[in-house]
């Protein structure tokens, strides 16, 4: 029988931040911690407590240039304007398939111009597109975002939703927006925002059965394990090591403390 119930809970460790706290990984394991019991399954990988403890070493005083990206800042809904939403809203759907410094360039720049929704819904499709030619599958996005606007306008009066659902389903907005968004907009950590960074390391860890490129097939199966209460620096954690540290042409695996536990240690 699992031997979870019957252990006694660690203390935490004086001089942890408060979230670490309670979220604390650094001990997990079988033994103890409620909310990994929960959780624990046959799918549950074995190094990942570990793993994550790591990353949270390497990354100590280590700034990714993802900090900077609008919709990495956690806001206080209270306080957050729909005409803000809308425009974290646009950051996410510049982003896909487009560089961190490229996205935050673009957005800067619309912002600069006055970026709103019916700021968007003024523009020629065209016009838009050119604003935003700087970034991957501009025409696209620029008929996403016309179109989203749009939507926003009839029939959430210019607001933005707070739900997974009705944000997933606006043109341009999958699920990994949502999350994201609903995340930095809503204080809402439903799920975790598969980005190209978690998704690398998912694999490389051997988080994920098979090595995969869909980014909703490792979300449901991470998230069959991730426990609920961190998911939120899981989000953060994970993709900013991907982008300094476990890159995807350059990772630094002779002086990662991961390189004893990590199935792709050298091979990368
Ligand atoms: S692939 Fe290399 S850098 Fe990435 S986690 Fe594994 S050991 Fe570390």
């Not at 942890?16 to 997990?28: A, F, L, M, N, W």
């Not at 033994?31 to 390497?58: H, V």
């Not at 597109?129 to 959430?156: C, G, H, P």
Request: proline share 6%; with cysteine; charged share 30%.
């Amino acid at each position: 029988m699992p031997r979870k119930k019957t252990s006694p809970k660690k203390e935490p460790k004086s001089g942890d931040e408060p979230r670490e706290k309670k979220i604390k990984v650094s001990h997990v394991s079988v033994e103890d911690e409620d909310l990994t019991e929960s959780k624990e399954s046959s799918s549950t990988p074995k190094n990942w407590p570990a793993a994550y403890e790591n990353m949270k070493t390497m990354m100590e005083g280590v700034v990714a240039p993802l900090e900077s990206m609008p919709w990495y800042q956690a806001r206080d809904p209270e306080q957050t304007k729909p005409e803000e939403r809308f425009r974290i809203l646009v950051a996410l759907m510049l982003s896909s398939q487009t560089k961190d410094d490229q996205t935050l360039k673009v957005w800067n720049n619309l912002c600069k111009e006055g970026l709103s929704i019916d700021w968007v819904l003024e523009k020629s499709n065209s016009e838009l597109s050119d604003m935003i030619k700087s970034v991957n599958f501009r025409s696209k996005k620029a008929t996403y975002i016309q179109k989203t606007a749009t939507i926003l306008k009839e029939k959430y009066n210019g607001d933005t939703p707070d739900n997974l659902k009705e944000l997933a389903a606006l043109p341009g907005v999958g699920n990994k927006m949502a999350f994201l968004f609903l995340q930095s907009c809503y204080g809402k950590c439903d799920g975790l925002g598969v980005d190209v960074h978690l998704q690398r390391l998912a694999n490389r860890l051997g988080w994920v059965k098979k090595n995969s490129k869909d980014a909703d097939k490792i979300r449901i199966e991470l998230e069959s394990w991730v426990p609920k209460e961190m998911i939120f620096e899981f989000n953060r954690l994970i993709p900013r090591f991907g982008q300094m540290k476990c890159t995807a042409n350059n990772p630094i695996c002779d002086e990662c403390l991961n390189n004893k536990i990590c199935p792709s240690a050298g091979k990368c």
